[in-house]
């Protein structure tokens, strides 16, 4: 079992940055794809971004490459989002999910474990 925490969630203007942390209890974490998935209003939740059970590898959503950045620290049991360059379009709630599959997943479907959600909201 893992147990998924998401603090950082805010309000800034747009440009401005936020990071994003969750926080993971379990001892599956280490062994799980870490991933961040957003939903907005009246939306379906959408693919953020994903890193692989070490660390080494990352895939990102087009609409976030290049402003966001993901990063986990096992040690820690943590997964960190860092957003840059905020655009209002950014709004939404950010959960945080582990998947016990292998590789770069990207579909909801693939995840085991989520967050309760923390909120961003971009201001323009």
């Known amino acids: 079992q893992v147990q998924l925490v998401e603090s950082g969630g805010g309000l800034v203007q747009a440009g401005g940055s936020l990071r994003l942390s969750c926080a993971a209890s379990g001892h599956t974490f280490g062994t799980s794809a870490a991933g961040w998935f957003r939903q907005a209003p009246g939306k379906e939740r959408e693919f953020v971004a994903v890193?692989?059970?070490?660390?080494?590898?990352?895939f990102y959503a087009d609409s976030v490459k290049g402003r966001f950045t993901i990063f986990r620290d096992n040690a820690k049991n943590t997964a960190t989002l860092q957003m840059n360059s905020l655009k209002p379009e950014d709004t939404a709630v950010y959960h945080c999910?582990?998947?016990?599959?292998?590789?770069?997943?990207?579909?909801?479907?693939?995840?085991?474990?989520w967050g309760q959600g923390t909120q961003v909201t971009v201001s323009s």
């Open positions: 999910a582990a998947a016990s599959t292998l590789g770069l997943p990207t579909r909801s479907r693939d995840y085991n474990y």
């Open positions: 890193i692989s059970r070490f660390g080494g590898s990352t």
